[in-house]
T-cell receptor, first 115, second 115 residues
Framework: GAVVSQHPSWVICKSGTSVKIECRSL??????MFWYRQFPKQSLMLMAT?????????EQGVEKDKFLINHASLTLSTLTVTSAHPEDSSFYIC???????????FGEGSRLTVL | QQQVKQSPQSLIVQKGGISIINCAYE??????FPWYQQFPGKGPALLIA?????SEKKEGRFTISFNKSAKQFSLHIMDSQPGDSATYFC??????????????FGTGTLLAVQP
């Protein structure tokens, strides 16, 4: 099946710093990617929809200035957590929608810990 | 309108038994209902999916039963194995290309299959 790669898989940072997470579709093109956040023992909550070449669409309650999303190419979307705080510690997961089939493929997730 | 309710929250099944997880949705615009399996520290992986024009889909030991009128669907895992122990999420998605084409996840079910 198609592969979606996330990097880094885990990151620890100090409070107040910014962290960038990359989501790449390795063997297919994705005009749309989705970013989810998952707290321990909870479900995946959609944060935003990332569209190639245009601004991301954020879900209600998600601060767009805090979670910056860039989808510069058909295979790469990035999520930057700006001025991270301990409450931003979570598991961030991306998914990419294959252009031809509409199938969704998920990355392995990125564990962010803010000290 | 966007909720997908899932039950039970956790489930313990003996090896060889049948695991049953239920989901109910509200949004009648959903036209694709996947089930995902997630192991700790990993992203979700597509297990099986169904569209509302069929009432049942079977793939190996996994079966989805779908009741469109009741807006409910369920996952049956036959001959459950310890390796099936994971968290399972149901989801609903709007029509591909439509304005509501986002994947909305259920709350998750933690399955433990005892040897």
């Amino acid at each position: 099946g198609a592969v979606v790669s996330q990097h880094p898989s885990w990151v620890i940072c100090k409070s107040g710093t910014s962290v960038k997470i990359e989501c790449r579709s390795l063997d297919f093109q994705a005009t749309t990617m989705f970013w989810y956040r998952q707290f321990p023992k909870q479900s995946l909550m959609l944060m935003a929809t990332s569209n190639e070449g245009s601004k991301a669409t954020y879900e209600q309650g998600v601060e767009k200035d805090k979670f910056l999303i860039n989808h510069a190419s058909l295979t790469l979307s990035t999520l930057t957590v700006t001025s991270a705080h301990p409450e931003d510690s979570s598991f961030y997961i991306c998914s990419a929608r294959e252009v031809l089939t509409g199938e969704l493929f998920f990355g392995e997730g990125s564990r962010l810990t803010v000290l | 309108q966007q909720q997908v309710k899932q039950s039970p929250q956790s489930l313990i099944v003996q090896k060889g038994g049948i695991s049953i997880i239920n989901c109910a949705y509200e949004n009648t615009a959903f036209d694709y209902f996947p089930w995902y399996q997630q192991f700790p520290g990993k992203g979700p992986a597509l297990l099986i999916a169904i569209r509302p024009d069929v009432s049942e889909k079977k793939e190996g030991r996994f079966t989805i039963s779908f009741n469109k009128s009741a807006k409910q669907f369920s996952l049956h895992i036959m001959d459950s194995q310890p390796g099936d122990s994971a968290t399972y999420f149901c989801a609903g998605r709007g029509e591909y290309g439509g304005a509501t084409n986002k994947l909305i996840f259920g709350t998750g079910t933690l399955l433990a299959v005892q040897p």
